[in-house]
């Protein structure tokens, strides 16, 4: 069997975590990046684009699955946040833990992240890398030694994937939110965490929203998601929205930041398939870019890859006919398509429950009754954010296992509403002396409420 | 106010037309079409894409804006369809009317019609027309003397929207049908058509179906539509399911058409804005590519210009401002987006009902009433095909309209069931000597229903 060659376009982090499994399996590597990245210190880019990151199981355990000892490495490096902080109005601060066991998710800087992952990939002897190299066209069934396979990991606005649109039959979807985004920064203060470092801060304002996330350095960076405009009195409208968070932050600094800073835009993509033949596919967000707002983006790319590595492994242990390569292609892309669109939805779901729900009271009862389930029944109660965030069951099966649960969790409410009622009526019959109701009259009152 | 540039790209059907209004209005026009078209004369290029235009009201109404005579001259070439003729196995044909006033769509060749327009385009002194041009790249922002409008014409693949995306944040889609198409002809019979030439045929076949438009030269263009398989054999498919057409068209003959002739794919698209400033703007398949089986394609594209012309007449009568560009873009883009967007979703539907619908009773019978409603009550009851293919009505105004319609509908025909039963009730209570129901018992009775 000849040594096979890949192409990986995009050195991000998922491009780079790419590079580190086929290099692994043996590939020759050619990682391609359009940005500089000399010796992989600080190169100037990494700094360009944040929204923090969390990383959580999935994303672990792409990186475990490569090397134990990567995961470790990167877990002496993140601040585990084990819940939500809503800040309210009036300052008031209110912990919501995101598990029943303590679990949590985890802060990290991205050129952090991507230093990790970069350096991993130099150590590989057939990983060569290629630094201020743009890709502009390809023709993939070239068939050329140097590129067997292409894979495309260059991102939400992806060139490969629009090469792909010309080759095979895509059904693609880019969708804009109304909404945007603008970073700010919060300073240590007294030369510590001015907030709780273990927690993921939000002041949810029903139509918008002000987060932060811990860094290694003690600041937060903070960021608003809102319909922005341009023009705006950044400091007045932090001083009505989120009076504690300017305090906290400074009004210069508020109001220098919202001037610099860009505003991103938030925009998700589905498409389907993710590949053409046995020579090209896109991963990560070149193929399912999402909004941020379930942490997931970079932790469904690591698992990308992950599952890509079990299904050619699956195929074929060593070495890999071209038809084998196709199988295996076929085959991720029919069930990854499937996942990546799960979590693209749940990622825009949770927008709404980040700025509005997490102040809600029926969802902060079920969510209290979800929590307490888990706990009696750790395997067949979990609720969704444990679902998505500390397990690795395939997103969309989730979706289905969160609707099953749902259905159940509302008839265990109604028997016990009904079983309260008869106990009740049963009670009060006593006393008075009257007929009790039977069992049967009290359930027909309650399965007529449905 | 100086002269007005505007480059149309995309020498088609909605391109020459977009060419001779612009040109009527006293822009300065230059149109840019990349295959060759040597004098207009049935350049070659115009065999190649086909599936049958029928032109009807929306389309006609454009030609009539720009001018009367051309309205008569393009009507001078169709052939009017009135209604469908449905093929069942057995070779029954069984006529449907369109409208119960008689109106017809209009099979029209491509050729034929896109030499028409172009001719017409050329008679302007101030059009241009650069063909064996292909659009590469443009600079939106660039605001040469040349093109201070840049009109994308150039079709489903539009390279246009593609700048547009890159400029604006767009929303977009484009998704396959599972279906392909394959055309095939039915030559003349005894110097004559061989099946009526006054219906679009169709032998509809639940999941698949064959439809047959009438062509001046007496033929007609035979197409299928189904999931294509290659090396399938289309003769003993043909022989299973369209013995008839078979017989018509002859064996020989659709051996070898479904070997040479390409499979087509089916796609449509939607996307939001269509312009970039008062820059750029998309329009007809480039802006909408629809499914064909509404035949409202060319139709929507047509009164794409009509509309985009309404509303720069009525911004500014005489020369614009950039300005008074923005506004009518603007405008254009907020309406015509919506439109655009009921009728691709319109066209979608019509698959399932020509391939199985118009053999269904239920949906004979309620075509059926509505048609009888219409001839009542010509303003307040129209059918929905009506209204797409004979009026003007805006086509996110028919979807509400047509959503209304039915659910009065609905409780038309329970309260004429509920008078019935009343009638029924009352007479066999008096036949057998009983108390006769009550108005209010018979009406809960249906009321119950819903």
């Known amino acids: 069997m000849p040594e096979r060659n890949v192409v990986i376009i995009g050195g991000g982090l998922v491009g780079s975590l790419t590079a580190c499994y086929f290099a692994k399996r043996g590939w020759q590597v050619d990682l391609y990046e359009k940005r500089p990245g000399k010796q992989f210190c600080l190169p100037t880019w990494l700094s360009i684009r944040s929204i923090n990151l969390a990383i959580s199981e999935r994303g672990f355990s792409a990186l475990r699955r490569l090397d134990p000892t990567l995961e470790k490495r990167v877990k002496a490096l993140v601040i585990p946040m084990h819940g939500r902080m809503i800040h309210s109005l009036d300052g008031t601060q209110t912990s919501q833990a995101y598990d029943v066991f303590g679990k949590a998710i985890n802060s990290v800087g991205r050129s952090t992240l991507i230093r990790v992952l970069l350096d991993e990939a130099s150590q590989y002897k057939n990983v060569r890398m290629h630094f201020n190299h743009e890709f502009q066209q390809a023709d993939f069934d070239a068939g050329r030694a140097d590129s067997d396979l292409i894979v495309g990991a260059d991102g939400a606005y992806s060139r490969v994937r629009q090469r792909l649109m010309a080759k095979v039959m895509l059904n693609y979807s880019q969708t804009y939110i ?136 699956s195929v074929a242990r060593d070495g890999m006919s071209d038809d084998q390569i196709l199988r295996a292609l076929d085959t991720y892309s029919s069930k990854r398509t499937k996942d990546a669109s799960a979590i693209v939805d749940l990622a825009l779901d949770n927008y709404v429950e980040m700025r509005a729900k997490v102040i809600d009271y029926a969802y902060l009862a079920r969510k209290h009754l979800e929590g307490l389930l888990h706990r009696v029944f750790p395997k067949h109660i979990i609720p969704l954010y444990t679902m998505v965030s500390f397990t690795s069951i395939p997103y969309a099966a989730v979706i289905g296992r969160w609707q099953r649960q749902s259905l159940w969790l509302h008839r265990a409410v109604r028997t016990a509403f009904a079983a309260a009622a008869f106990a009740v ?26």
């Open 178 to 313: 109304e909404h945007g985004y603008c970073e700010f920064s919060m300073p240590p203060r007294n030369g510590d965490f001015a907030i709780s470092p273990s927690h993921l801060h939000i002041w949810p304002r029903q139509s918008f929203m002000l987060i932060a996330l811990p860094n290694q350095d003690k600041s937060f960076t903070v960021t608003l998601f809102d319909q922005l405009k341009t023009g705006q009195d950044a400091v007045e409208f932090f001083r009505a929205n989120f009076p504690d968070a300017l305090d906290l932050m400074g009004a210069d600094k508020v109001a220098s930041e919202y001037m610099v800073n860009p505003k991103g835009s938030l925009m998700y993509v589905k498409c389907t398939p993710y590949t053409y033949k046995n020579r090209a596919v896109v991963i990560g967000d070149a193929a399912h870019a999402m909004v941020p707002f379930y942490g997931q983006g970079m932790n469904c790319g690591f698992e990308d890859i992950e599952e890509l590595d079990k299904i050619m492994l």
């Open 425 to 450: 009526g049963v009670a009060s019959a006593r006393v008075l002396g009257l007929r009790a109701p039977s069992l049967v009259e009290v359930a027909r009152l309650f399965t007529k409420r449905s």
